[in-house]
């Protein structure tokens, strides 16, 4: 495997410190070098604070010049929460026989040692493979297809089809037994793509094909990542189908007879013979509502994020934004949005009076929603152009993400949000305890004292402590319990004003 490393001082930007949040940008892809080029799903981050991803194109493999993709880490500089110097290196760089055009992303388990995606060509056939990517102590990197897609049949007439589907486009989910579910944007019965599982058997997995989807009704009429509730049930989003093939909202719903029953939960309306056609990926909350976002249709035909109350019979549809052009000068997002705990919505807009931006919904508490930009793209060649994949949060509260083009070199960036409204510090540990936490950022508009959190050592008693607050700002951690057992910082964490 190979091992690129190279360090990248982040440039910042202070464009969004109105909002709370300041912008930093980590690293950017050169389409000439061998690195990668291109990312391409949202990003993983592991306890460490190390973020993985993917590259659509790039890696110069086999004297290919264009590549087949890569998988890359960019590991903190150092541990703080404002950290914003990171080392790339590529951990994996596809051949095109082992896999193509990896455009869904990761799934992260056992603390980021493992790692499962996709890829949307190559394999054994070309049409595809979902892959296992895994890290050893020793740092060695292990790479292996667990399944690969079988070769298609032309018909009379098109699509193309066979029987277990192809190009997986989309994230994988895991379930508690550690049976993986996914979905493929093609191939299938019907042409119009699959939805499968992937359940461990010894040292193999064992493919079942759960759903063929209908043909497909327009060019990209992909279908996103399926989402777990707790009871098992599946929920994903197919861009073109429905009863108005202007975009389906679907679920598996967990037979007790064994296997699952498909059903269309909302087919999102033709407007203006503009289809709204719902991407990316469906976020759950603790109350098992679906969030989402449309690239289009809407009331201004710009999209729109929308929620979903699944404990209403039939589940309730609800509007949360409309974007507008020209109202915000914000519009078309291209992937799904994230919550955070006291119910916020955070997502990405591909189009913009910039180069894209960054959004939130903030939760009002009563049912609506407040809209703000946090970040516009101004200048594509330090920040960024086109944010297309979904963001993340960090450990400590903060977005990453990233952009499938601009940067110096225009092969795209991965991007942070520094969340500087919520206080921010770095535990001091030695011998096991945490001797106190010096303060980063004190936070902004605390009227009460914030609750304060310490990750929990692997054996042992975790630390607690009370936050000293003074005109709004946190200025001090009061340790209660120095804890025990650490071998490592923890990561400190504040409630948000």
Known sequence: MNHDDTSHAAQTQAQGADTGWD?????????????????????????????????NVGGLTDGDPSGHGVVFRLAPSENSPICTTYTYSVLHHFNGADGARPVGGLLATDGGRTFYGTTAGGGVTGNGVVFRLSLSGDGSVHYLPLYNFQAMHLPPSTPATNPDGAAPTARLAIDARGVLYGTTSAGGANGGGT???????????????????SAP??????????TLDPEGNLYGLKQLGGANAAGELFALFRSPLGGYVYDTLYSFPMSMQTAAMPTGDLAIDARGRLYGTTYSGGSNWSGSVFMVDLSSSPPQFDTLHDFDIAASGVACPLAGVVLDADGNVYGTASDSDANGAVFMLKNNGDGSYTYSTLFDFVDSNTQGNSPEN??????????????VEGGGSDGGTVFKLIDIRTAKGAAV?????????????????????????FDAPGIGMTAQGVAVLTDGVVTAVQMTNNGSGYTFAPQVHFSSP
């Open 23 to 55: 912008f930093a940008s980590l690293y950017g892809f050169d389409p000439n070098s061998s690195l990668g080029n291109t990312p391409k799903g949202c990003l993983v981050a592991d306890v460490f604070g190390n973020l993985y991803g993917v590259t």
């Open 195 to 213: 939805a499968f599982m992937l359940t461990p058997d010894k040292s193999a997995f064992v493919f079942t094909k759960l759903h063929d989807f």
């Open 217 to 226: 009704t327009g060019y990209d009429d992909n279908t996103g990542a399926l």
């Open 390 to 403: 979904n963001l993340i949060f960090d450990g400590n509260g903060n977005l990453c993400g990233t952009t």
């Open 429 to 453: 540990w030695e011998d096991g305890v945490i001797l106190g936490v010096t303060m980063i950022i004190g936070g902004q508009g605390y009227t009460s004292a914030p609750s304060v959190r």
